[in-house]
């Protein structure tokens, strides 16, 4: 059996090294040198990056030039005459710098990366990737941000941000103006940002930390989490997953399934507050200055107040049924789940 094996082995070993061989070659990287071009711009000059059918990382920041600084680079795995098969054209105008990366054929097989520096007194008015991630930094101006497969991280910048990204995570950190998000596949993170923010995913947890502003939460599958926001909450919904949400100014409207919510109020705005949890249980801790009418419900589980003082209920009160008021009363707490415990709490008393 051994004896007939081993010419087999090898007769295998002639077939199969030349298709390795073949394959590495395929593989090795190529790309050409940094192509550095600078534009002046007057004050307030709209800049566009469209690279909409092609890949690539793309980097733009500001710095404190009067001028911009574009460098890009082709790369390709397919060999050096790939490269010739892409070209980045740039025009300009009054208040306009467009910059565009083109394929000059249907197939080419070549990317595009780009690192950008604007004067602080440009505005990013666009930056569109096929598939690649995205870097933005200290820039200003409302923005939109679009690529396929790729991450973005934005840092800093001043204006209105929408950003889309087909898969892939988006990170903002100390931006001001507020943002539409929207991605899949991946988280969504805003930290220390001042503004609204509109947040939508798909499979994927959103984290919200050391914000100002009033947050639309949604995804379908992933952890909702927000901490400390000066701001209401007017939305949290998400599917199968945990919601937490702790040092709010106010909350308005919370939906999961399948899991927990832990809830922390300061005030009740004129909307009121709703938690609907589909079998999962519910933690709410409630300011002890808070004024309001409440209403708690489970259908299957109990009601548990903790040193809740302050709290008047009314006489159609059953178990699994609390109405009541909260102080001088108010607008409405509402809270319900399917199949759970709901617990009350004074915020005092929030781990």
Same mark, same amino acid.
């Given at each position: 059996?051994?004896?007939?094996?081993?010419?087999?082995?090898?007769?295998?070993?002639?077939?199969?090294?030349?298709?390795?061989?073949?394959?590495?070659?395929?593989?090795?990287?190529?790309?050409?040198?940094?192509?550095?071009?600078?534009?002046?711009?007057?004050?307030?000059?709209?800049?566009?990056?469209?690279?909409?059918?092609?890949?690539?990382?793309?980097?733009?920041?500001?710095?404190?030039?009067?001028?911009?600084?574009?460098?890009?680079?082709?790369?390709?795995?397919?060999?050096?005459?790939?490269?010739?098969?892409?070209?980045?054209?740039?025009?300009?105008?009054?208040?306009?710098?467009?910059?565009?990366?083109?394929?000059?054929?249907?197939?080419?097989?070549?990317?595009?990366?780009?690192?950008?520096?604007?004067?602080?007194?440009?505005?990013?008015?666009?930056?569109?990737?096929?598939?690649?991630?995205?870097?933005?930094?200290?820039?200003?101006?409302?923005?939109?941000?679009?690529?396929?497969?790729?991450?973005?991280?934005?840092?800093?910048?001043?204006?209105?941000?929408?950003?889309?990204?087909?898969?892939?995570?988006? /990170? $903002?950190? !100390?931006?001001?103006?507020? @943002?539409?998000?929207?991605? &899949?596949?991946?988280? %969504?993170?805003? #930290?220390? *940002?001042?503004?609204?923010?509109?947040?939508?995913?798909?499979?994927?947890?959103?984290?919200?930390?050391?914000?100002?502003?009033?947050?639309?939460?949604?995804?379908?599958?992933?952890?909702?989490?927000?901490? /400390? $926001?000066? !701001?209401?909450?007017?939305? @949290?919904?998400?599917?199968? &997953?945990?919601?937490? %949400?702790?040092? #709010?100014? *106010?909350?308005?409207?919370?939906?999961?399934?399948?899991?927990?919510?832990?809830?922390?109020?300061?005030?009740?705005?004129?909307?009121?507050?709703?938690?609907?949890?589909?079998?999962?249980?519910?933690?709410?801790? $409630?300011?002890?200055?808070?004024?309001? @009418?409440?209403?708690?419900?489970?259908?299957?589980?109990?009601?548990?107040?903790?040193?809740?003082?302050?709290?008047?209920?009314?006489?159609?009160?059953?178990?699994?049924?609390?109405?009541?008021?909260?102080?001088?009363?108010?607008?409405?707490?509402?809270?319900?789940?399917?199949?759970?415990?709901?617990?009350?709490?004074?915020?005092?008393?929030?781990?």
């Amino acid at each position: 059996m051994i004896a007939r094996v081993a010419p087999l082995l090898a007769i295998l070993g002639i077939l199969v090294v030349p298709l390795c061989f073949s394959c590495g070659t395929l593989g090795l990287e190529e790309s050409d040198f940094p192509h550095t071009e600078n534009y002046s711009v007057s004050q307030n000059t709209a800049v566009t990056l469209l690279n909409s059918n092609i890949n690539g990382s793309i980097s733009v920041e500001s710095w404190g030039k009067d001028y911009v600084e574009l460098t890009w680079t082709r790369r390709t795995t397919w060999g050096k005459a790939e490269l010739e098969k892409a070209e980045v054209k740039v025009t300009q105008a009054p208040g306009r710098l467009d910059i565009e990366g083109k394929l000059l054929t249907k197939d080419a097989k070549v990317s595009l990366d780009y690192e950008i520096k604007l004067p602080r007194n440009a505005l990013l008015a666009e930056v569109t990737s096929a598939d690649g991630k995205i870097r933005i930094a200290g820039t200003s101006g409302d923005t939109i941000v679009t690529t396929g497969l790729g991450n973005i991280l934005v840092q800093n910048t001043a204006g209105y941000l929408d950003i889309t990204a087909e898969k892939g995570k988006i /990170h $903002l950190e !100390g931006t001001t103006g507020g @943002a539409k998000l929207t991605t &899949a596949d991946d988280v %969504i993170e805003v #930290v220390s *940002a001042d503004g609204n923010i509109n947040a939508t995913n798909s499979n994927g947890g959103i984290t919200i930390s050391d914000c100002k502003g009033n947050m639309t939460l949604q995804t379908s599958h992933g952890g909702i989490h927000v901490n /400390h $926001l000066q !701001g209401s909450v007017l939305l @949290a919904r998400t599917r199968s &997953a945990p919601i937490t %949400i702790k040092g #709010v100014t *106010a909350v308005e409207v919370v939906e999961t399934s399948d899991d927990d919510v832990k809830a922390e109020i300061s005030i009740v705005g004129i909307n009121g507050t709703s938690i609907k949890v589909t079998k999962g249980s519910i933690d709410l801790y $409630l300011s002890s200055s808070i004024n309001a @009418a409440i209403e708690l419900r489970t259908f299957s589980g109990d009601i548990a107040t903790h040193s809740f003082w302050g709290m008047t209920t009314t006489d159609d009160t059953t178990e699994g049924h609390l109405k009541g008021t909260i102080g001088a009363g108010g607008n409405k707490i509402y809270v319900e789940t399917s199949k759970g415990n709901i617990d009350l709490f004074r915020s005092e008393d929030s781990p």
